[in-house]
């Protein structure tokens, strides 16, 4: 996380909507998932000491939660203190996600392998005569760790709360698109502002892995490809075809061929077991007759611990 002291501009971002109509030779500037002014956010005050650039922007634009019914009960059962800001501007890029006070002049950023959940939740109304507002929560780890932690201390978390407003994505600056275009945006369904930040974020955190996933994954030597459903491991029991060399042990539709036939069948099974039986010693499969003085009537026990040992 970083403290900025700009507010992010439109214009250093492609809209999503311009990004997803046109194929430009390259995208020298980060594309803008959703874009929303007059947020409220909403901090737990005890966690505030685990992330300084957060508490710097609470101090400076917050307003004490008063009501009771705006209080947060935490994990061990008690009331925890709530702090909010009003008027924050929320920028969801596919670089960072950007926090922004106008009235303040301050923000901050946060990395997205920070996000360690987000969720939609149904957030109190300040009074009992209102209707509960939806907003999207986050778990923030503000400080990661270089490699993974050999104890097992959790790390220090931050709970932060969303209240957006806008419901859709920020408008193209490129030329109006194709009627089939237009068509198809009208028959997609309207998010609301909960919906749309969540997907935004959603499909934002998804271009920026956890390296520390990435980094389990490889010592398992599981491919990235297997939770993507891109591919399917290989395996030595007969149920599937073991991996080739060089492979890394996955099936996919590149290699296909070299596993299955066209009419489905696994490839290479038989012929596998026969070079593994052609490279087997000159005494395998060889069976020897008990020495005629082995024959014993099974009354010495010794002997016959010996024989089976």
Same mark, same amino acid.
Not at 287 to 298: E, L
């Given at each position: 996380?970083?403290?900025?002291?700009?507010?992010?501009?439109?214009?250093?971002f492609?809209p999503l909507?311009?990004?997803?109509?046109v194929?430009?030779?390259?995208?020298?500037?980060?594309?803008?998932?959703y874009?929303?002014?007059?947020c409220?956010v909403i901090?737990?005050?005890?966690e505030?000491?685990h992330a300084?650039?957060i508490a710097?922007?609470?101090?400076?634009?917050?307003?004490?939660v008063?009501s009771?019914?705006?209080e947060s009960?935490n994990?061990?059962?008690?009331?925890a203190?709530?702090?909010t800001?009003e008027?924050?501007d929320v920028w969801?890029?596919?670089?960072?996600l950007?926090?922004?006070?106008k009235?303040h002049e301050?923000?901050?950023?946060i990395?997205?392998?920070t996000?360690?959940?987000?969720?939609?939740?149904?957030?109190?109304?300040?009074?009992?005569?209102e209707?509960?507002?939806?907003a999207?929560?986050?778990?923030l780890?503000?400080?990661?760790?270089?490699s993974?932690?050999?104890d097992?201390?959790p790390?220090?978390t931050?709970?932060?709360?969303?209240?957006?407003?806008?419901?859709a994505?920020?408008?193209s600056?490129a030329?109006?698109?194709?009627e089939?275009?237009?068509?198809?945006s009208?028959n997609?369904?309207?998010?609301?502002?909960?919906?749309?930040?969540?997907?935004a974020l959603?499909d934002?955190?998804?271009?920026h892995?956890d390296p520390?996933?990435d980094? @389990?994954? $490889?010592?398992?030597?599981m491919?990235? *490809?297997? #939770?993507a459903?891109?591919a399917?491991?290989g395996t030595t &029991? +007969?149920?599937?075809?073991?991996a080739?060399p060089g492979?890394?042990g996955w099936?996919t539709a590149?290699n296909m061929?070299?596993?299955?036939?066209e009419?489905g069948?696994w490839?290479?099974?038989? @012929?596998? $077991?026969q070079e593994?039986?052609q490279? *087997?010693? #000159?005494?395998?499969?060889t069976?020897?007759?008990?020495? &005629? +003085?082995?024959?014993?009537?099974?009354q010495?026990?010794e002997?016959?611990?010996?024989?089976t040992s």
């Open positions: 996380m970083e403290v900025i002291r700009e507010a992010p501009r439109m214009g250093g492609v909507t311009e990004f997803q109509s194929t430009p030779e390259t995208f020298s500037q980060p594309v803008l998932h874009y929303s002014d007059r409220k901090v737990l005050e005890d505030l000491q300084p650039a710097e922007l609470i101090t400076k634009a917050s307003q004490p008063h009771n019914e705006a009960e994990t061990n059962g008690a009331q203190a709530q702090k800001v008027d924050i969801v890029t596919s670089e960072k950007f926090l922004y006070s009235s301050i923000g901050l950023t990395s997205y392998p996000i360690s959940i987000h969720a939609t939740q149904s957030y109190p109304a300040p009074s009992p005569d209707p509960a507002s939806q999207l929560y986050m778990q780890i503000p400080s990661l760790p270089d993974p932690a050999e097992d201390d790390p220090d931050v709970s932060l709360t969303i209240i957006p407003t806008a419901a994505p920020p408008p600056t030329p109006t698109a194709n089939d275009d237009a068509i198809t009208e997609e369904p309207q998010l609301t502002p909960v919906q749309a930040l969540y997907k959603s934002c955190s998804d271009l892995p520390a996933q980094e @389990d994954m $490889e010592e398992s030597g491919s990235r *490809l297997i #939770p459903g891109l399917i491991p &029991d +007969g149920s599937m075809p073991p080739m492979s890394g099936i590149e061929h070299e596993f299955v036939d009419e069948n490839i290479g099974g038989d @012929d596998e $077991e593994d039986a490279n *087997l010693g #000159p005494g395998a499969g069976v020897r007759s008990r020495p &005629d +003085g082995d024959a014993q009537d099974g010495d026990e002997t016959k611990w010996q024989r």
